[in-house]
């Protein structure tokens, strides 16, 4: 059974930068894509990026721009770099795999816990 376990959240202020990992038991990202959602007090779970089994990358027009999602193969995780950070980007951020990743949560099989991302003003 895959697991995923997200860490890397904080608090950070207005234009600065996070990088969230999520760590995968097995060998999930060498063998299936991976996404980022999130979700903010009040709003609704929200597709932030995914990445592909053969590495192609798609962004949120939110954080296009901004954020960069990777992997690292050897290391079974997957990353979030979030630059230039924004108020609107305060959430839980959840990390999930699947064979075929999309912009589509209900792509997904497996999911972490979530981290919580706090931007100040």
């Known amino acids: 059974q895959v697991q995923l376990v997200e860490s890397g959240g904080g608090l950070v202020q207005t234009g600065g930068s996070l990088r969230l990992s999520c760590v995968a038991s097995?060998?999930?990202?060498?063998?299936?894509?991976g996404g980022w959602f999130r979700q903010a007090p009040g709003k609704e779970h929200e597709f932030v990026a995914y990445i592909n089994s053969g590495g192609h990358a798609y962004y949120a027009d939110s954080v296009k721009g901004r954020f960069a999602i990777s992997r690292d193969n050897a290391k079974n995780t997957m990353y979030l770099q979030m630059n230039s950070l924004k108020p609107e980007d305060t959430a839980v951020y959840y990390c999930a795999a699947a064979p075929r990743a999309t912009y589509y949560s209900s792509n997904y099989g497996y999911w972490g816990q979530g981290t919580q991302v706090t931007v100040s003003s």
């Open positions: 097995g060998r999930t990202f060498s063998r299936d894509g």
